[in-house]
Structure formats: structure tokens, C-alpha cells
Nanobody
Framework: QVQLVESGGGLVQAGGSLRLSCVAS????????MGWYHHAPGKQRDVVAA???????NYADSVKGRFTISRDNAKNTVYLQMNSLKPEDTGVYYC?????????WGQGTQVTVSS
């Protein structure tokens, strides 16, 4: 079982930056895929970025060129660097780990981007 704790959310003006962190309870080196999801008010939860155990990354079109996902296996941590934030980026951001055919979620961290 994997426990995930996100942090780094907050209130920021449009154009600003935030870095989200997701710390896992154990080693992430064997976790197949880790991802960040965005849950905007009134909408479904969508993946915005994902990273494999080999370091390959994938991004939603809406965040390409603005967001960067990275992982530090030594710190059991996955990061989401968010630049050039827009009001539509507002919502709760969740970290997810895919391991052994199961998905594990963190509790989420709120990001609010003011215009």
C-alpha cells in the first residue's frame, strides 16, 4: 500500500508559479506511473501530467509548456512545477500512484489562481 501526501498549493495571481509536492510513504522507484490530476469546480478530475518509473513524461495539451512533472526517487517525491498559471488552473490537485494494478490517491491540495 502507498500513502501519498500533497503540499504546495495556495493562492496566486495569474501568471504566477507554484510547485506542488507529493511525498510517498515508501519508495517510489518501483511505482509504474505517478501522475497529477486537476479537479476543477463542477468538472471531472482530469490528468494533467504523468511520469513513468523510467522518467518518461506526458502532459495534457492545456498545460504543455507551462507545467513540468519530475520525480526524486531518493526523496520518494514527485513534483509539479506550475508556471504561467491561469484562472482556469484553479482547483484541487491530486497525486496518484499506479502500482500493481491499483491506484492510490493523495488527499489533494487546493490551487487558486486569481485574475
Amino acid at each position: 500500500q502507498v500513502q501519498l501526501v500533497e503540499s504546495g498549493g495556495g493562492l496566486v495571481q495569474a501568471g504566477g508559479s507554484l510547485r506542488l509536492s507529493c511525498v510517498a510513504s515508501g519508495s517510489i522507484s518501483n511505482i509504474n506511473i505517478m501522475g497529477w490530476y486537476h479537479h476543477a469546480p463542477g468538472k471531472q478530475r482530469d490528468v494533467v501530467a504523468a511520469i513513468t518509473s523510467g522518467g518518461s513524461t506526458n502532459y495534457a495539451d492545456s498545460v504543455k509548456g507551462r507545467f513540468t512533472i519530475s520525480r526524486d526517487n531518493a526523496k520518494n517525491t514527485v513534483y509539479l512545477q506550475m508556471n504561467s498559471l491561469k484562472p482556469e488552473d484553479t482547483g484541487v490537485y491530486y497525486c496518484k500512484a499506479a502500482l500493481g494494478g491499483l491506484g492510490y490517491w493523495g488527499q489533494g491540495t487546493q490551487v487558486t489562481v486569481s485574475s
